[in-house]
C-alpha cells in the first residue's frame, strides 16, 4: 500500500518562499498523477495543483498561477510544490494526494498526512 | 468552475440512527463525484467514487447515490467512529472542486 509522507512546511514572512515535498513509499506512486490541495477553517478543501505521471500536463488554481510550481521526481518517489511570492491567505494546511493513472482525473485515493504553512510577519 | 453545494452543515444525530447527506453541483458532472471523511486532526480518507462505489476500507453501512447534479451519501446504523466531517468533491473538469462539507455530530 502507498503511504504518502510530507515535509517541508514552517512559518515564512509574506513574500517568502517554501518548498513541500511529498515522499511515497512505494513504486504505485510512479504511475498516477498527484494534486496538492490546502484546508483552511474559512475556506475548506480548496484543490491548489495537479502534476501528471509523465509531468506533461500540470495545472494550477487561479489563486496560485504564476507563484507556485508544482515538480516530481520519480527516482525519489516524490513530489514537491514550489511556492513563491507566499501571501497571508495562503496559510493553510497543504495535503499532497495520489489522483487517477497517466494524467485521469480521478479521485484522491490516498492523502499524506499534511503539513502546515504559517505566512505571517 | 463547478459550485459544489452541501447540505446541511450540521446534522446531529444519536448513534444508531441512519443519515443523509447531499451535495449538488452547478452543473451536470455524470457520476464523476466523491465523497471524504475527515476526522479531527486527520487528512481526508476517500469515502465514495463514482457516485457510488464504495472505498474497500470502509463498511456497507456507507452508501453513496446521485449522477448529475444531485448526489447523497446514507451512513446506515450511526457507529461512534462516523462521527466526522463529510466532503463531497467533483472531478469531471477543472479545477476541482470541494463542497463546504457536512459535519456529523452526536446529539
Known amino acids: 500500500e502507498v503511504q504518502l509522507v510530507q515535509s517541508g512546511g514552517g512559518l515564512v514572512e509574506p513574500g517568502g518562499s517554501l518548498r513541500l515535498s511529498c515522499a511515497a513509499s512505494?513504486?504505485?506512486?510512479?504511475?498516477?498523477?498527484m494534486t496538492w490541495v490546502r484546508q483552511t477553517p474559512d475556506r475548506g478543501l480548496e484543490w491548489i495543483s495537479f502534476i501528471s505521471s509523465s509531468s506533461n500536463t500540470k495545472y494550477y488554481a487561479d489563486s496560485v498561477l504564476g507563484r507556485f510550481t508544482v515538480t516530481r521526481d520519480k527516482a525519489k518517489n516524490s513530489v514537491f510544490l514550489q511556492m513563491n511570492s507566499l501571501r497571508v491567505e495562503d496559510t493553510a494546511v497543504y495535503f499532497c494526494?495520489?489522483?487517477?493513472?497517466?494524467?485521469?482525473?480521478?479521485?484522491?485515493?490516498?492523502w499524506g498526512q499534511g503539513t502546515m504553512v504559517t505566512v505571517s510577519s | 468552475e463547478i459550485v459544489m453545494t452541501q447540505s446541511p452543515a450540521t446534522l446531529s444525530v444519536s448513534p444508531g440512527e441512519s443519515v443523509t447527506l447531499s451535495c449538488r453541483a452547478s452543473?451536470?458532472?455524470?457520476?464523476?463525484l466523491a465523497w471524504y471523511q475527515q476526522r479531527p486532526g486527520q487528512a481526508p480518507s476517500l469515502l465514495i467514487s463514482?457516485?457510488?462505489t464504495r472505498a474497500t476500507s470502509f463498511p456497507a453501512r456507507f452508501s453513496g447515490s446521485g449522477s448529475g447534479t444531485e448526489f447523497t451519501l446514507t451512513i446506515s446504523g450511526l457507529q461512534s467512529e462516523d462521527f466526522a466531517l463529510y466532503y463531497c468533491q467533483q472531478y469531471n473538469s477543472w479545477p476541482l472542486t470541494f463542497g463546504q462539507g457536512t459535519k456529523v455530530e452526536i446529539k
Open positions: 512505494t513504486l504505485a506512486f510512479g504511475t498516477h498523477a
Open positions: 494526494a495520489r489522483g487517477g493513472p497517466a494524467s485521469a482525473s480521478e479521485a484522491l485515493d490516498i
Open positions: 463514482y457516485a457510488s
Open positions: 452543473q451536470s458532472i455524470g457520476n464523476n
